[in-house]
């Protein structure tokens, strides 16, 4: 999966869905195309991918995160995992993980490996084995438009909430964490951090941290931002934006 067109189309329409919490049946905010082969109709492999979708539907809401593979032979496997937002309910999650499969067959049909997310949820699947691993390939970055009086300042305090929220997420065993900080008297300042569960403690660290220091590439002095990647993310914003 590239992520070669990741800053082409964000400033138009992406920004405006970060204003925005994203409701079931809305569009993902984004989503990558194996560059893996193609699978064929009623394959060992289409059949292998209805069942680890089936499953992950059937497994993933009930903590939030499911991991699976299914098939006998390893040109015909499928891996796949699915993680909710830490503070959704059962039935949201089981609502997006739901959803999530069917868009992205829709937008990747016949590819053999394919990520989607939304605010609520991330579905990815591949036909090779990446559990365990940090993803660097599937990555992008969203923004509000609106900058900030002083950027010097308000990135300085982004950097620390999101750090302390990073070390907050690694040590618990949801591998979530959300916090806030005053900016003044009448201003807060919201995060979130999370990683997928297949990882070790010290790796999601590791991506938290990686992706925290792409704040400058991202969001330099804007109002809200996130970086997403389908091992870890971090989301900001000037106003509450979690259940």
Not at 8 to 18: A, E, N
Not at 21 to 49: I, W
Not at 52 to 60: C, E, P, R, V
Not at 195 to 210: F, I, P, V
Request: hydrophobic content about 30%.
């Amino acid at each position: 999966m590239s992520s070669s067109k990741l800053y082409t189309t964000f400033l138009f329409s992406l920004t405006i869905t970060l204003l925005i919490q994203t409701s079931f049946g809305a569009e993902p905010l984004f989503h990558f195309c194996s560059s893996s082969e193609n699978f064929t109709t009623n394959s060992p492999y289409e059949s292998n991918l209805k069942t680890l979708i089936n499953s992950l539907i059937y497994t993933t809401p009930l903590t939030g995160f499911g991991d699976a593979s299914v098939g006998q032979y390893q040109n015909q496997k499928a891996y796949g995992l699915a993680l909710c937002r830490g503070d959704v309910s059962a039935s949201e999650c089981k609502t997006c993980v739901s959803e999530a499969p069917q868009e992205i067959l829709n937008r990747c049909p016949y590819n053999k490996g394919a990520i989607i997310w939304y605010d609520y949820c991330m579905f990815k699947y591949l036909d090779t084995d990446f559990f365990g691993k940090i993803d660097y390939t599937n990555k992008f970055y969203m923004w509000n438009l609106k900058n900030v009086s002083d950027p010097a300042t308000f990135n300085y305090k982004t950097r620390e909430l999101l750090s302390q929220l990073a070390q907050k997420a690694y040590v618990n065993n949801r591998y979530f964490a959300t916090g806030e900080r005053k900016l003044g008297q009448s201003e807060t300042l919201y995060g979130l951090t999370q990683c997928t569960k297949d990882l070790s403690a010290t790796d999601c660290k590791k991506c938290l941290d990686d992706a925290i220091n792409e704040l400058p590439n991202c969001c330099d002095g804007k109002e809200g931002g996130r970086v997403v990647s389908g091992s870890c993310n971090f989301r900001y914003e000037i106003y509450p934006f979690v259940n």
